[in-house]
């Protein structure tokens, strides 16, 4: 018989690939993507082609995480090393010859512009899983001094541009995987006690610390401004103000229904500021009300809950660490950016994963997703595997 008939068909060598996908966390992504092509028809109609370039990177992010999603745990490992060195430099390049755009640098031309601070909310956890999977059983303090090291590096490079958003997402991410490495809740509770008393004593002091003046060291003006304008918007309703008090009207006005589908008053009349970025969510639950509100919350707690499940599942201590920073870095994106539209967080510029426009920030959350598919694949592998054997 001739090789041609012994060549296995096309869908017979497509199939394995597909082997020990979790089904439901592509369920909730799908029901996710849905939603912000929906939202995002709405929002960005007549700002020419997001639409049609919200798709395509939804496109792009679906092949970044079916290719992810066939590279073992193991493999991944190898590439922490060099994409947070990569990483790093891009951050010096960009304190060095960095593209200003309003007020900040945060972006180097490498042929390309493009934001070298996205590519550390995947390689900063991706670096940290590594170094706690080679120090696995003989985990020590000094481990985690150099962890907060490697963490404390770029997420200072990060606000040096400015960027509070950015960095932030980086600690969180970071800070999770070192959590879940063993962190001692000893040295964990002292610095959560003490943020939670400098709030209370920043709320009781409001009035004295954002007169007009008064200086924080320890931030620059633009995030000062942002915090008393979070506590006080109607200090500045026309400028300053203006985007919390508009994002906090359209959801309002929404009710438990909302208005509709093209139906936002407050988003078509061009009210909200950025209604296809950060402030897309305002527009969301003008138009699909508490009821969509309920609904974009719940999914994004289900996607968060299986990256948990995931994590108590993995094969290897890499990959529960970073199962659980996705799961964190989920939870970051969805709950600041739904806290700063609804004004009980400071405007910090960060997108809303799925929903907002945006094609670095997706590529970054496909990412994520075809690294977290990749722990939950091979662990289901591994399961089906051992049941054959029998």
Known sequence: MSAEFDKPSLLRRIVPMFQGFDWWLLL????LAGTGLLAMYSAGYDHGT??????????LAAAILFVIAQIPPPRLMLAAVPLYALGVVLLLAVLLFGITKKGATRWVNVGVVIQPS??????????????????????????FVIAFGLLALPAALILKQPDLGTALLV?????????????PWKLVLPPV????????????NEERLCADGVSWYFLHDYQRTRVCTLLDPMRDPLGKGFHIIQGMIAIGSGGVWGKGFMAGTQTHLEFIPERTTDFIFAAYAEEFGLVGVLFLITCFLLLVWRALLIALRANSLFGRLMAAAVAVIFFSYSFVNMGMVSGILPVVGVPLPFISYGGTAMVTLGLALGILMSVSRAQRLAARAARRSL
């Open 28 to 31: 909730v992504i799908a029901l």
């Open 50 to 59: 997001r639409f049609a370039d919200h798709a395509r990177n939804m496109l």
């Open 118 to 143: 996205e590519l550390l909310k995947i390689a900063m956890p991706l670096m940290l899983a590594w170094w706690f999977q080679r120090r696995e059983g003989q985990i020590r303090a000094w481990d």
């Open 171 to 183: 600690l969180a991410s970071g800070l999770a995987v070192i959590f879940f490495a063993g962190l």
């Open 193 to 204: 006690l003490l943020g939670a008393v400098g709030i209370f004593l920043l709320i009781m």
